[in-house]
C-alpha cells in the first residue's frame, strides 16, 4: 500500500483531488474523558468555569472548521453539517463524544471528525483541570465514513 501524502521522492504534498467527482461524504468519531465521580458530578453542572459540555461542543465544532488550519496536509473543506455530542457516562466515569461531518467535496471528512472530538475532550479537560489533573483522553477513532472512492468503512 502507497501512502498518497507522499510523492515519488517520497517529500510530503498535499493530494491532488482536483480530478476526483464530488460526492456526499460522512465521517463519526468517538473519544472519552476519564474522570472521578465528583468531577463527572461538575461536569454536570457546577463548574467554576460555566457550561463544560456547551463549551466543548462549540470547541469541538470550531475545530472541525479549523482541521486544514491544524493538520498541515488537509484540504479546507466546505463543511455542510458538524455534530458534536457529549454525554456523561456514569460507569466509565467520564464523558463520551461522539462528532458527524459532513460535506459534499471530492476528499473526505475524518480527519474533521477526528479533530472535533479531540478538541472538545481537551476543552472538557482544560475546564475541569482544577478539580482533577490527571483525567485521560483515550479511545479517538473513527467509528465510520462513508462516501469517496474507497467506499464505506465502519469499525469493527
Same mark, same amino acid.
Given at each position: 500500500?502507497?501512502? %498518497?501524502?507522499?510523492? /515519488? +521522492? $517520497?517529500? *510530503?504534498?498535499?493530494? &491532488? #483531488? ?5 460526492? @456526499? ?13 465528583? %468531577?463527572?458530578?461538575? /461536569? +454536570? $453542572?457546577? *463548574?467554576?468555569?460555566? &457550561? #463544560? ?5 462549540? @470547541? ?97
Amino acid at each position: 500500500m502507497s501512502l %498518497t501524502h507522499f510523492d /515519488a +521522492q $517520497g517529500q *510530503a504534498h498535499m493530494v &491532488d #483531488v482536483s480530478e476526483k467527482p464530488e460526492t @456526499a461524504r460522512e465521517a463519526v468519531a468517538e473519544g472519552v474523558v476519564i474522570m472521578a465521580p465528583e %468531577t463527572l458530578a461538575l /461536569a +454536570q $453542572g457546577g *463548574a467554576a468555569k460555566g &457550561d #463544560v459540555m456547551g463549551v466543548a461542543r462549540l @470547541a469541538g465544532i470550531m475545530g472541525a472548521k479549523r482541521t486544514s488550519d491544524l493538520i498541515p496536509l488537509c484540504h479546507p473543506l466546505p463543511i455542510t453539517r458538524v455534530s458534536v455530542d457529549l454525554a456523561a457516562d456514569p460507569a466509565l466515569p467520564g464523558i463520551r463524544v461522539t462528532a458527524t461531518v459532513k460535506t459534499a467535496g471530492k476528499t473526505g471528512v475524518e480527519m474533521e471528525a477526528l479533530t472535533a472530538v479531540s478538541t472538545a475532550c481537551l476543552t472538557v479537560y482544560d475546564m475541569l483541570k482544577a478539580a482533577q489533573k490527571d483525567m485521560r483522553i483515550e479511545g479517538i477513532r473513527l467509528l465510520s465514513k462513508t462516501g469517496g472512492k474507497s467506499g464505506a468503512f465502519r469499525a469493527p
